[in-house]
């Protein structure tokens, strides 16, 4: 019995080892095609294939479209790229998977009806610009915005309290007015009442 366990586990290893030879082979045959194929068609539509069309040759990544842009790594580089898709007629669709063309030294997505770069925002570009923006220092501090809005503050309760004087302060004369017509109408009747 341990003969034929013998002979049966080296049958499967010998086809086990053809397959995984013939994987391979084929694998490197293509640059790499055939694993990015299989992932991306096991991913059901979350990633597309990119076919990048270098200087020198052409090779195969996979892909990812959030937000209209295509998120990629390219050969031999560890950062991102990314690229803004102009419209859903740059995919195709070819061995059951969709497709997009890539062009690496533009950075621009090609088109698959005429084989033209596509004008596009090209963010791997203007990068840094962004960067910059987002972390641009502030133009004034906190404690200088709280200066400002206590001196605005102060400006504001010292108008209003002059124009309440001035208010107050007519009101007094008035006042004073009505009471010397008052003094007057009084030592007037005193003297008729006499």
């Known amino acids: 019995m341990n003969d034929v366990l013998r002979e049966g586990l080296m049958i499967v290893g010998s086809y086990v080892g053809i397959i995984v030879i013939g994987f391979a082979l084929i694998n490197f045959l293509s640059a790499g095609f055939l694993t990015r194929f299989i992932k991306v068609r096991g991913s059901r539509g979350k990633l597309v294939l990119v076919k990048v069309r270098g200087v020198t040759d052409h090779y195969f990544r996979t892909g990812k479209v959030t937000e209209k842009t295509l998120i990629y790594k390219a050969r031999d580089q560890k950062e991102l790229k990314r690229i803004a898709v102009p419209d859903q007629s740059v ?21 698959p009806k005429t084989g033209d770069p596509q004008n596009s925002y090209d963010a791997e570009k203007y990068d840094q610009l962004i960067t910059r923006a987002l972390y641009k220092p502030a133009l004034m501090d906190k404690n200088e915005k709280i200066l400002l809005l206590m001196i605005g503050a102060c400006i504001l309760g010292l108008i209003i309290v002059f124009f309440y004087v001035k208010s107050v302060d007519q009101n007094v004369y008035t006042l004073l007015e009505q009471m010397s017509k008052l003094n007057q109408v009084a030592s007037n009747s005193v003297g008729v009442v006499s």
Do not use: G, H, K
């Open 91 to 111: 995919f195709y669709r070819a061995l059951m998977v969709w497709n997009i063309d890539v062009d690496e030294e533009s950075n621009e997505i090609i088109s």
